[in-house]
């Protein structure tokens, strides 16, 4: 069975490259769906980036989308050498500065802004070299300085790169229509890994049925919104979803 399945994965990426697919592997609990997507990992390692997804555990954490990105990026991430991860975070916020015009890059502006005149007025205006009063003074203001500009970065990231759960559900409640970003971060990072990438979805059904729903929305509509094999350009990459579920439960 994992050989008929990794070369299902293998064959519809050569013949059929701009197409995404969802397969799905029935079986009651126990019967051993995780040791197959193992078994199945083994063989598409090579040709596939894998990136593992325990529902289960994430049901509990944060929306679904927000979960399939973030697991997304942390696999795109750990492929690569230690010196190239950082600028994986760098070109997706370049990337969505573009995307999304000069809101977010006035946030970060503001953010330097306070943080320099907060040091400026904190500054002593005729420092003594020797004046060890003015000199904690100094380093009182620079430090705080630093300090508004760490909190600011942190609560910036956490809303603009969606580090948090909270930033992820903010995000939903504050854009008209937020799949569309969504969608178009997903593609982004598909195009940013080096192989093809499968998704492998265990313990889904551990879930109630609320999450399943969510989740498997969520997928098709990030591929729909990818756009079919005629629309997608030949360098953009499909993504492939091995979902391991009783179909029986819920």
């Known amino acids: ?17 701009g197409t995404s697919f969802l397969l799905h592997v029935d079986g009651p609990w126990g019967s051993g769906k995780s040791s197959l997507l193992n078994l199945v990992e083994e063989r598409v390692a090579p ?19 927000w979960s399939l990105l973030t697991a997304l990026r942390s696999e795109i991430t750990r492929s690569r050498p230690q010196w190239r991860r950082p600028f994986v975070r760098i070109r997706e916020s370049a990337t969505r500065i573009r995307r999304t015009g000069s809101p977010y890059a006035l946030a970060f502006v503001l953010v330097a802004i306070v943080a320099v005149l907060l040091g400026y007025l ?15 003074k100094t380093v009182t203001a620079l430090f705080a300085a630093l300090g508004t500009l760490g909190a600011g970065a942190i609560l910036a990231a956490r809303l603009f790169l969606w580090d948090s759960a909270r930033g992820a559900r903010l995000f ?16 982004w990072l598909l195009n ?14 551990r879930c ?17 919104d990818m756009g ?20 029986q439960r819920g």
């Open 1 to 17: 069975m994992a050989t008929v399945i990794a070369l299902r994965l293998v064959e519809t990426h050569l013949t059929q490259a």
């Open 192 to 205: 940013r890994s080096e192989k093809p990438v499968a998704f492998f979805i265990d313990d889904l059904d």
């Open 172 to 187: 939903e409640q504050t854009q008209a229509n937020p799949m569309a970003d969504i969608s178009a971060r997903f593609r």
């Open 208 to 224: 109630d049925q609320k999450y399943v729903v969510e989740l498997l929305d969520t997928i098709q509509t990030m591929v729909r």
């Open 228 to 247: 079919g094999a005629q629309q997608r350009p030949p360098a953009e990459r499909a993504a492939y979803f091995v979902v391991a579920a009783d179909g």
């Open 47 to 65: 040709y596939f980036q894998v990136v593992r997804f325990d529902a289960w555990q994430q049901s509990r954490l944060a929306p679904a989308w």
């Open 122 to 136: 904190l500054w002593p205006r005729q420092p003594a070299p020797l004046d060890w009063q003015q000199l904690a």
